[in-house]
């Protein structure tokens, strides 16, 4: 086997996996969008802190379509030798890499803008939907029982919400789980925000998620390189 097919082999069994990893992601996540209580039940402890801020059942589906894109250009572009096949999934994985990129420079210098703008996102849902979704409400209260948190900024941030006005109480955890909630008790708790609270964990474990972003970077140029090697050679044959 020469040099070429053994890359092209490659190549076709990597986007193989992809293509199958983004046929599963989009199972569980229509999955999680027909019926977020059982997976909240299940995986709750992993995944609460994602599903405070975006609905997972969403998010795996256009994660999902997007790998099963990835894949498929890059499975039967190399394949079937498909020159344009091919510059397509360089670009994508090339428009996909800058994006992390961005979100990443974004995250590291704007981190208040994130909060401002996650503050205005949230904050008005937890006011509204705390104590009235079956769902929205377990999250939350896996989240900040896990987390150890109270509301995204802190318990004010159930000031104004429905469920304030009708039980005149706050969440538990924003008393450390004592009893009755109320203002004197949750301001003397005074228990970190979840955004400041997730935002520490992360930064505590600063080397694996540096490692895994590092991880991901290496394979999208590693997938680039090989998918430019075999285009340039297309044209040598």
């Known amino acids: ?42 995986f709750g402890t992993v995944s609460s802190s994602l599903l405070q801020v975006v609905h ?22 190399a394949q079937k030798e498909s020159k344009c096949l091919l510059i397509m ?9 800058i994006a992390e990129i961005a979100a990443a420079v974004v995250a590291l210098v704007y981190t208040g803008f994130a909060e401002t703008l996650l503050t205005a996102v949230v904050t008005p849902l937890l006011q509204e939907k705390y104590g009235q979704e079956e769902s929205f409400t377990l999250v939350w209260n896996t989240t900040m029982k896990e987390v150890k948190c109270c509301g995204l900024n802190n318990y004010t941030d159930f000031t104004n919400s429905t469920w304030y006005k009708e039980h005149g109480v706050y969440p538990d955890a924003c008393c450390n789980f004592k009893e009755p909630c109320n ?24 080397g694996v998620v540096g490692g895994v972003a590092a991880g991901i970077a290496a394979l999208e140029i590693a997938a680039m390189a090989v998918s430019m090697y075999i285009y340039c050679r297309l044209d040598q044959k």
């Open 89 to 97: 999934f360089f670009s994508v994985v090339l428009i996909i890499f």
């Open 56 to 77: 997972v059942g969403y998010f795996l589906i256009a994660i999902g379509a997007i790998l099963l894109v990835i894949g498929f250009l890059g499975c039967y572009g």
């Open 1 to 42: 086997m020469g040099c070429f097919t053994f890359i092209k082999v490659m190549m076709i069994l990597f986007n193989l996996a992809i293509f199958l990893s983004g046929g599963t992601l989009m199972g569980v996540g229509i999955w999680v969008a027909v019926d977020d209580q059982s997976f909240v039940k299940i």
């Open 183 to 206: 203002a004197t008790l949750a301001a003397k708790a005074n228990v970190t925000g979840c955004f400041d609270q997730i935002l520490e964990e992360i930064k505590t474990n600063a």
